[in-house]
Nanobody, 124 residues
Framework: QVQLVESGGGSVQAGGSLKLSCAASGYTFEYWCMGWFRQAPGKEREGVAFYYHGGGTKEYDDSVEGRFTISLDNANRTLYIEMNKLKPEDTGMYYC?????????????????WGQGTQVTVSS
């Protein structure tokens, strides 16, 4: 019943910005962890940013710290990630994911609900 749908991807030049959305349905965010992952061609899926609703904890990968901001709109059941000062190495398919539990693992394995992904391409 849980569904996640990403949107907002596109192509931008280095230094530009994008804001991705993940619309969630079928569950409550209480005690749930929401995360953004990305995957470039030939590489493994990696964690980008995480939001734990219980306590409002936010965590970021070192590669995006200070440039990306994760947020949650409880009323609209939508998770966002604001991406600023984009770099070519940020290019990839971006996915939102969710799991029930305390804390947000940084690896994709424990997450059981996934969106279809939205492509982000940053040119130099």
């Amino acid at each position: 019943q849980v569904q996640l749908v990403e949107s907002g991807g596109g192509s931008v030049q280095a230094g530009g910005s994008l804001k991705l959305s993940c619309a969630a349905s079928g569950y409550t965010f209480e005690y749930w962890c929401m995360g953004w992952f990305r995957q470039a061609p030939g590489k493994e899926r990696e964690g980008v940013a995480f939001y734990y609703h219980g306590g409002g904890t936010k965590e970021y990968d070192d590669s995006v710290e200070g440039r990306f901001t994760i947020s949650l709109d409880n009323a609209n059941r939508t998770l966002y990630i604001e991406m600023n000062k984009l770099k070519p190495e940020d290019t990839g398919m971006y996915y939102c994911a969710a799991r029930y539990g305390s804390g947000c693992p940084k690896q994709p394995g424990p997450y059981v609900y996934w969106g279809q992904g939205t492509q982000v391409t940053v040119s130099s």
